[in-house]
């Protein structure tokens, strides 16, 4: 048997129309606390749980709307006691990753529904766009703030903000560590739902593998490199060079390589390497900045790293005061120091 789930009197699901101009007299979204029975227009968050662990940005997803969800996946019971802000959830346990049958059986359980909110994970990229196709609603991508009839959003690696406007309910994705979460007392309510899973086309997982931290994406890399102004201010061509020698040092530690804005508008690091409010979201938990003042567009996309070392010649620098370690040093000259003494003549064998 299905349980119930939030409905949203008088909506009528269908495509929206968006826009690109800016809703002066938008209101952020109302996010009622639910009763027993979640109250009427509540979105709810949709969370995607593998082995109990909940992506990033799944807290303030769930805080969005009000502390309502519905997980899917794997261990929902166990990631439920992960998310601080949850008060009543959905679980639906539907073993491995399969979002194209997901989203039609999700399509019956949620026709009703709200605001439906994800997010901005890669198995939320992935979900959202099946699950509004399947809703026959709008999907607004990339969002950083929501409003009564739309959201706010952004574009082009963060160069573009926007609003957006639809009618009627929607499936957003969100953009992580912009709102933070709060936790709420007491312990959440609970309820399984059974989904009947139709068969359909939809990807097969053959086999999990490590990802290539030199393009793994950002947002899932445990290891990062920061490269800032200080590391590149030589300009071309040793901001090139400076770039290089860093992937080749985080390739010898395992790690991915990041970058400041100024960087990446420099074109030395691609876009998809940029941390910050109107990049990519990263929470890693070691995060080594070489150069890195750290201005607030950029410690805004960090996340909560469980340590920092700055590498900066300012002693001063917001980087710093923020570091568990702070090296008071020229970052191009360490780095090349580092690579000294971790890469050989064969990097291939590392």
């Not at 969002?143 to 903000?161: P, Q, S, W």
Request: net charge negative; with cysteine.
């Amino acid at each position: 048997m299905t349980a119930p789930v939030p409905s949203q009197a008088g909506a009528q699901p269908g495509p929206g129309t968006t826009g690109g101009t800016a809703d002066a007299t938008a209101q952020p979204l109302t996010r009622p606390a639910p009763e027993p029975g979640p109250a009427s227009g509540c979105p709810l968050a949709v969370v995607v749980v593998r082995d109990g662990i909940v992506p990033l940005g799944a807290d303030e997803a769930v805080a969005e709307a009000g502390g309502a969800a519905l997980l899917i996946g794997s261990g929902t019971k166990e990631a439920a006691a992960e998310l601080p802000p949850l008060r009543r959830a959905w679980l639906a346990e539907a073993g491995a990753f399969a979002p194209a049958r997901w989203a039609a059986a999700l399509a019956g359980v949620l026709a009703d529904a709200g605001p439906l909110l994800l997010p901005a994970s890669p198995d939320g990229r992935d979900l959202a766009p099946r699950l509004a196709a399947a809703l026959g609603r709008p999907l607004l991508a990339g969002v950083t703030a929501l409003r009564e009839h739309g959201a706010d959003l952004i574009r082009y690696g963060g160069r573009l903000a926007m609003t957006a406007t639809v009618s009627g309910s929607f499936v957003a994705t969100l953009q992580p560590g912009i709102r933070g979460a709060e936790a709420v007392p007491g312990e959440p309510e609970l309820t399984e739902v059974d989904l009947e899973l139709p068969q359909c086309p939809d990807v097969e997982v053959l086999e999990v593998l490590p990802p290539d931290p030199a393009t793994a994406d950002l947002a899932e890399a445990p290891r990062i490199l920061g490269a800032g102004a200080g590391l590149t201010r030589g300009g071309e061509p040793s901001g090139t060079a400076a770039i290089d020698l860093l992937g080749r040092v985080a390739a010898a530690l395992g790690a991915s390589v990041g970058a400041t804005r100024v960087v990446t508008d420099a074109g030395w690091a691609d876009y998809q390497r940029q941390i910050g409010a109107t990049g990519v979201v990263a929470d890693p938990d070691l995060y080594i900045a070489f150069g890195v003042s750290g201005a607030a567009q950029h410690t805004g996309g960090l996340g909560a790293p469980e340590h920092i070392v700055s590498v900066n010649l300012d002693p001063s620098c917001p980087m710093t005061a923020m570091a568990d370690l702070g090296i008071v040093t020229d970052a191009a000259a360490l780095l090349r120091e580092l690579a000294d003494r971790l890469l050989t003549a064969d990097e291939g064998e590392r």
